[in-house]
């Protein structure tokens, strides 16, 4: 993966870039200045790590082609479990708030180890995991709020800043930072997307399809279980509700961030971008007083626009590479058909078709 | 006794020996425990009027939901919208009601169509683009959480439409008991809703076990590709599944709002576990190519019996999310280890077709 300057000019990255920008500025002359102040500032990064953790945990879903439901109900659980470990059994604050991690990456990991041995889709695995920890969720707190109050170490940490930006924001950009490394630098991130891209062909290059899938969730898992850890952070208690409208924020980031959603692909740098966004429409939201459902219909459209147009962007891409191919080779792609047998000769006609029948596998 | 009649009774044993292995005979068995227990151990169970009926009533809602997911699988697709689309559909009955005064039946037509357009919409979108149906349903979903709210925050002062035209009380809360001939009148426990929900029922069950048409639609969903060189236009059957999908969902959205009496934004917001779980558990593959109405309807009725027992026993609706999921789960793991053991049994490929073809029941 390359990034040079010419990549992301012509990305979507640069797009993202310049929609932050121009909508900061707007958001910051309508407010009259106040948007940009610094406690509307920290207001706007500390609510922003959330988004980004959450989208990075759907995109390594989305990158070996799968999705994960049960987001919200997975960093919901893990906040709330931390809250009960430490408000009703004495953990140490530290102890139970980072043992968010390990229940995160506990249930992803169960995601995927149902998912491989049922092989039921994950989608289905991942909707039942979601009501069941919802209803764990509700089972450990009902209807009272665990005050952060029991934790005061970890919401003085939400409450810090390193430069100006607070630190939790400086984690979302860090766990940011080890996830590109992880998929540009790690021979695991690489299998997921190998995995992710040609199920097929990842099997023939020795890759464990099974692995991949239980590894994609586990990680999405822990990283659901940072953003709980954020949540407890950040909010001055926990209660059922966490996670409840992590749903959407989790799909918009990595989707308008410009993941391929046939698997194969991650964008770390649009993903961050896009829970960005979301996050200044929410913040004129506030400014302008709006209905909170205006949020969610933007959002939605934006999410269901950037699908079909991501998906157009792609046939286009496609053939372009096909067409530059074959000029270059022109020769070459028959023989190797032929060589391969009737076999290699069907999957060249279904590829044909895949534009459609990938959608309903 | 005459030589025709032996192999006729033979295959009609058959049929009911089949039955047997069914999920639809399992979930018929355990439906009937449930019941037992229930009554046995709370007689107040079998009150007609006060428990019966409203669990008649949700039941009828809910298969409709059921349907309205049911439907979908078929072409290999799935509809996550279907609580949306229910909403989007019954925000616009609501409105022909209130603002624009129309008549019960024609008010029901504009949001059947709605629901209709929003899935047509949804189908297009899959099929013309080729992304994955859950990413476009689930977009679809976004959009309209946002919208349906907004759009009732303008159009209406208190965020819901009240207008009742004439008769939705009727096939909302009134009973059996409410329709006499002379001076026999029904039994209050059963809700006129279930009319045209049994309707419904039996003209999906037509569609899939009986016409060309439904046929055409299990071919697409267990193999596109092949579908596709017998000549069915595949991507005019997704729209039009889709559409179904969404008419049938505004229909339960028009079912909910009568038995609750308005139209709000919060039609629907339950409906997609619900929708999942009626047809997983009546035995409709989430792969294609095989759909069960009565299937769905018994799936849906044990749901709904849990969720009553649960409340009679005093357990909160938490543990009710819990079993969902787990039951979720062990009748899908279930329903692989069968096909599993269904493929070792017999390897000849030919098997495929046929028990598509045998397993088509309304």
């Known amino acids: 993966m390359k990034r040079s300057l010419r990549g992301f000019v012509k990305s979507q990255n640069l797009t993202l870039a310049i929609i932050i920008l121009v909508g900061a500025v707007l958001l910051g002359v309508q407010s009259g200045g106040g948007f940009l102040s610094p406690i509307s500032r920290t207001t706007f990064f500390t609510f922003l790590a959330v988004p980004i953790l959450i989208g990075l945990a759907q995109m390594i879903t989305l990158a070996v082609g799968q999705l994960n439901l049960a987001v919200g109900s997975i960093g919901g659980f893990a906040a709330c479990f931390a809250g009960v470990a430490i408000s009703s059994f004495g953990a140490p604050p530290w102890v139970g708030a980072l043992s968010t991690l390990v229940v995160g990456a506990l249930v992803g990991l169960l995601n995927g180890w149902l998912i491989v041995v049922t092989r039921i889709n994950g989608f289905i695995v991942t909707l039942a995991t979601m009501t069941i920890f919802a209803g764990l969720q509700y089972a450990l707190v009902s209807t009272r709020t665990i005050s952060s109050t029991q934790w005061p170490e970890i919401y003085a940490l939400g409450k810090s800043a390193v430069l100006g930006i607070p630190t939790i924001f400086w984690i979302a950009l860090i766990v940011a930072g080890l996830v590109a490394f992880y998929f540009t630098h790690m021979i695991g991130g690489r299998r997921l997307l190998a995995s992710g891209d040609n199920d097929h062909a990842a099997l023939l290059a020795g890759i464990s399809n099974d692995r991949s899938v239980v590894v994609a969730h586990t990680l999405s898992g822990l990283l659901c279980g940072v953003a709980a850890f954020v949540t407890l952070a950040s909010l001055s208690g926990v209660n059922q509700s966490i996670g409840g409208d992590w749903l959407l924020p989790s799909f918009a980031a990595p989707i308008i961030g410009g993941v391929s959603l046939t698997g194969g692909s991650v964008a770390i740098l649009g993903t961050v971008f896009a829970a960005t966004i979301v996050r200044l429409v929410d913040s004129a939201r506030a400014i302008f007083q709006l209905d909170p459902a205006w949020v969610n219909f933007v959002v939605g459209a934006v999410v269901l626009g950037s699908v079909a147009l991501g998906r157009a962007r792609q046939v286009r891409d496609a053939r372009r590479a096909g067409a530059a191919r074959a000029k270059a080779t022109p020769a070459a792609a028959t023989p190797a058909a032929v060589a391969l047998g009737p076999e290699a000769s069907t999957g060249a006609t279904l590829t044909v078709e895949s534009a459609t029948t990938r959608g309903t596998k | ?362």
Request: positive net charge.
């Open chain 2, 1 to 362: 006794m005459s030589a025709a009649a032996e192999p006729a009774r033979e295959a009609g044993g058959r049929a009911f020996v089949r039955f047997l292995a069914t999920s639809r005979f399992f979930l018929l068995v355990i439906i009937v425990i449930l019941v037992t227990v229930f009554g046995a151990a709370k007689p107040a169970f079998f009150n007609g009027p006060f428990v019966i009926a409203p669990l008649l009533t949700s039941i009828s809602i809910y298969t409709v939901v059921g349907l309205s997911q049911m439907v979908v699988p078929p072409v290999g697709h799935m509809n996550l919208a279907v609580g949306q689309m229910a909403s989007f559909g019954a925000i616009f009955m609501g409105m022909s009601y209130q603002l624009w005064h129309a008549p019960l039946i024609l008010g029901l037509l504009i949001g059947l169509v709605a629901g209709a357009a929003i899935g047509t919409l949804t189908g297009w979108l899959i099929a013309r683009t080729g992304v994955n149906s859950f990413i476009v349903t689930l977009a679809m979903s976004f959009a309209l959480i946002g919208l349906v709210p907004t759009m009732y925050s303008w159009l209406s002062t208190s965020a819901a439409f009240t207008v009742k035209p004439a008769g939705l009380d009727v096939i909302g809360q009134a009973s059996f008991a409410n329709l006499c001939i002379g001076s026999t009148c029904g039994t209050n426990a059963v809700p006129l809703i279930v009319l045209p929900v049994i309707v419904t029922m039996l003209l999906i069950g037509y569609l899939y076990s009986r016409t060309r048409f439904g046929r055409e639609l299990l071919v697409t969903g267990s193999n596109i590709h092949a579908a596709e060189l017998s000549g069915i236009p595949t991507g005019r059957r997704i729209i039009f599944v889709h559409a179904l999908s969404g008419a049938l969902a505004a229909l339960a959205g028009f079912l909910l709002a009568a038995s609750i009496g308005s139209f709000t934004p919060t039609i629907g917001g339950e409906f997609m576990l619900q929708s999942f779980v009626g047809p997983i558990l009546g035995g409709t593959l989430l792969a294609g190519g095989y759909v069960s109405v009565t299937g769905t309807l018994l799936g849906i009725t044990l749901m709904l019996l849990i969720r009553k027992g649960l409340e009679l026993f005093g357990l909160g609706i938490e543990t009710l999310n819990v079993l969902l999921g787990l039951i979720l789960l062990i009748a899908l793991s279930a329903d692989r280890i069968r096909n599993i053991r269904r493929r070792r049994k017999v390897v000849a490929p030919v098997v495929s077709e046929d028990a598509v073809a045998e397993e088509v029941s309304a």
